[in-house]
């Protein structure tokens, strides 16, 4: 069993049921049945055996009255402080020897190679291009060999300065609260909006730059020379360049952060610096290479400009997260994808010069390579119109590899009308729904095991998000095969539970991780799962008995078919012993 044997579970029923409740249960004597004139209700003390004792009398009480029977309820007048359930988990200890697939650790090494790209990408916009001559002639005035480590020493300066910015958000905020961000209505609403600034920043109606006495008092500290001198130039490129490298920080940052991992901002700033210094450091060294660059010029506007569309799109990723967590129904599946496919239009207009912006120089002839960005552009927007095509197995959209993790599942849509369920399901189970691919769930632990235990079909626990790309990959990837459609649909039960589900909860739940309130549904799975299994990543799946018996060890993200179905058909075969 998932709970502790001597547990006491405490929950409230309407009055009228208060009957039905003696007849079913042996309430502990020291606790009985006691009317709370407050609430209106009965409350009971008993025993997880009693407790489905009661469910399997009048599964009904489950569907209006029963309060997901947590541990240690306290009555305070009308308000009930409540904990979490603390289930003594058998997870370490499974039936079976399926699963055991470790998560690919790539999620790190990603987070540095998009920060290595924005290096990259800062390098070609018109605040740092031109300072790479100026810097380098700097340095070759000495000796060869003495520019050659001024160079290095410039470089590791620059790389220096930026990690230091991600090492100071990592301690300052934390790996709970960078946890927290990713899902977080308010925090994603904020990143809407400073996206949209940035956009418009690189389309170049405005620019955001940093006080210039700041500039000013680092120009003279470079001027001291030596280390301290060579150090305080970098400093300055830093600052001088901040009007262009700010909004690719500040979505690089923001990428990181919302992943939740704890060394997600320090990697990411490790990757842009190096990308930012690897130039200068190479042409300080060699700086003949420096004949081979191109010339300064109104090409350096236009990728500030195409990064402005760029920062667009990502914007709506963000409050589409806080639409989906708050379930405002907003910006559901069309709505996002028509943004998406408006933006990348304008994009292709602008690159073929139907389209100016404040900075641009006129364009009196196309080049080879801005028709041929025109072109993938083009070739994009037919990849985003195909996202609209309905899937014929699924009877959804024909979700996209490309957008997982950044539009809406496909089943969050305005037009498609979701098959329909049982009904008489659905009157016993509130939370009993299509999710993904229209496949049957419920969300609500209590409700699945519930029906599991009627059906006697085992259960998959789906650890799930609205912010979660790994849970959108499993779902839009791996879940359209037939054979597990097959088997989520009719060999089991599955119960999603939304980690980031904003619902505020009718009652205050107390952490049993850690002592803290818990105010809303996605807090109390969250906790759920890290108080059962230890972790707190998503997706994570883990297949039990409806007795709430661990059958496998849980299962995180990894790609391919073949493995997720080896997980359920070897849990399958072991929950039928």
Not at 555 to 576: H, N, Q, T, W
Request: glycine share 8%; proline share 5%.
């Amino acid at each position: 069993m998932l709970y502790p044997s001597d547990a006491e579970f405490t929950f409230t029923i309407p009055k009228s049921d208060a009957a039905t409740i003696k007849e079913t249960t042996t309430a502990k004597p020291e606790a009985g049945i006691q009317v709370v004139e407050e609430t209106k209700t009965v409350v009971v003390n008993t025993t997880p055996a009693d407790s489905q004792a009661i469910i399997s009398t009048d599964s009904s009480l489950v569907n209006s009255s029963v309060q997901d029977f947590p541990v240690g309820a306290i009555i305070n007048g009308d308000r009930i402080d409540q904990k979490v359930p603390s289930l003594a988990s058998t997870y370490e200890n499974p039936l079976s020897n399926c699963g055991g697939t470790e998560e690919k650790k790539e999620g790190l090494f990603w987070t540095f190679i998009f920060g290595l790209l924005g290096g990259f990408i800062a390098l070609l916009t018109p605040c740092v291009f031109p300072m790479l001559p100026i810097t380098v002639s700097f340095f070759t005035k000495d000796t060869k060999r003495k520019g050659w480590v001024n160079g290095l020493i410039y470089g590791v300066s620059i790389i220096v300065i930026y990690v230091l910015i991600g090492l100071l958000i990592t301690i300052f905020v934390g790996p709970e609260a960078l946890n927290r961000l990713s899902t977080n209505w308010i925090a994603n609403t904020l990143f809407f909006i400073i996206f949209i600034a940035f956009a418009f920043s690189f389309f170049g109606y405005y620019e955001i730059t940093l006080p210039s006495s700041w500039s000013t008092k680092s120009d003279r500290m470079a001027d001291k020379g030596g280390l301290i001198g060579i150090f305080f130039m970098a400093f300055t490129l830093a600052l001088v360049s901040f009007s262009c490298t700010g909004p690719i920080i500040g979505t690089a940052i923001v990428q990181a952060a919302t992943k939740g991992e704890y060394l997600g901002p320090f990697l990411v700033m490790l990757g842009f610096s190096t990308g930012l210094a690897l130039p200068f450091g190479l042409f300080a060294a060699f700086p003949a290479w420096l004949n081979t660059l191109p010339k300064s010029g109104s090409w350096m506007n236009s990728v500030k400009v195409v990064l402005g569309f760029l920062e667009l799109a990502l914007a709506f990723k963000f409050l589409s997260i806080a639409d989906m967590t708050n379930g405002w129904g907003i910006l559901k599946y069309e709505l996002f994808m028509g943004i998406w496919v408006a933006v990348f239009i304008a994009m292709a207009l602008y690159l073929f010069g139907f389209i100016k912006f404040p900075h641009d120089s006129p364009l009196k002839k196309l080049s080879p390579m801005r028709m041929g960005f025109g072109a993938l552009v083009v070739g994009l927007v037919l990849y985003l119109l195909s996202g609209f095509r309905v899937n014929e197995k699924t009877g959804d959209y024909n979700a996209l590899v490309l957008m997982s993790g950044l539009a809406p599942p496909a089943h969050y849509n305005f037009f498609i009308k979701p098959q329909s369920v049982d009904a008489q399901i659905k009157a016993k189970y509130p939370s009993y729904s299509k999710c993904a691919n229209n496949i049957n769930c419920f969300k609500d632990y209590f409700e699945g095991m519930a029906y599991a235990k009627e059906v006697n079909k085992p259960v998959m626990l789906d650890f799930t998000g609205y912010g979660c790309v790994n849970c959108r990959k499993t779902e839009e990837h791996i879940w359209i095969d037939d054979r597990i459609r097959g088997i989520l649909n009719d060999s089991l039960v599955l119960i999603s539970l939304y980690v980031d589900e904003d619902k505020k909860l009718s009652n205050v739940y107390i952490s049993e991780h850690s002592n803290k309130k818990l105010r809303n549904v996605g807090n109390k799975w969250a906790d759920f799962q890290i108080v059962n299994f230890q972790q707190n990543s998503q997706p994570l799946y883990v297949m039990t008995t409806n007795n709430q018996e661990v059958i496998s060890k849980p299962r995180p993200f990894v790609e391919g078919i073949d493995g997720y179905l080896d997980f359920l058909m070897c849990s399958l075969k072991e929950a039928k012993k």
